[in-house]
């Protein structure tokens, strides 16, 4: 059966007898030949092209490169594996399969790309987590002072008062404020690790 089907594939199909001759007269550059060839396996190759592309303006730009492909490569074509339309529909569908992968590779790149934009640079997550480690030890230093030290420390740093405006606010003398202040610095300092 196999035999039978290999023969049957070798014969040009209906209508069409003269292809094989009409190949091998196109790989040896003729034409007028490739003309006939065109006309005779052009829409078959589209049609392959189109069903699997499903896109009408890159199955044309496809089933065009398939038939350069068929000019380019007629002197390949081996009658003992099938017919001039087999050959033709084997390199359409092939052609058509590789810019489906070529469109989805091509898809993937632009999605991984957008994805890395959205993704913060190493740079700033390492940043945020050091702020954030750095907050809750300063939050912890803190924790440690006395409850006079921690007030002027506190309206000082965090809320941006002169050392006359703590000590207006707490009803406290400026010296007073000044010493907790320094005091309540050198515990932090001590605290943190920080030298100099």
């Known amino acids: 059966m196999r035999e039978n089907a290999r023969a049957a594939g070798a014969r040009a199909p209906a209508g069409h007898p003269e292809l094989p ?52 490569l007629a002197a390949r074509y081996d009658p003992e594996r099938g017919s001039v339309l087999t050959w033709a529909l084997t390199l359409a569908h092939r052609r ?21 934009e959205q993704t913060p640079a190493y740079d700033e997550v390492v940043e945020e987590v050091e702020n954030r480690l750095d907050r809750e030890r300063v939050r912890r230093c803190l924790r440690g002072l006395t409850e006079r030290q921690r007030q002027s420390v506190t309206l000082a740093y965090y809320r941006g008062l002169t050392y006359r405006e703590v000590a207006e ?28």
């Open 21 to 72: 001759e009409l190949l091998s007269r196109t790989a040896r550059g003729d034409q007028e030949a490739f003309t006939a060839v065109f006309d005779a396996v052009a829409g078959p190759v589209l049609g392959v092209v189109r069903a699997v592309l499903r896109d009408p303006a890159q199955s044309e730009e496809v089933a065009q490169e398939v038939m350069v492909d068929i000019w380019r």
């Open 96 to 116: 058509a399969v590789d810019r489906v992968r070529s469109e989805q590779a091509a898809s993937d790149r632009v999605r991984r790309v957008a994805l890395l």
């Open 169 to 196: 606010l707490l009803s406290l003398p400026l010296g007073t404020v000044k010493t907790r202040m320094r005091d309540g610095l050198i515990r932090l300092r001590d605290c943190l690790g920080v030298t100099g």
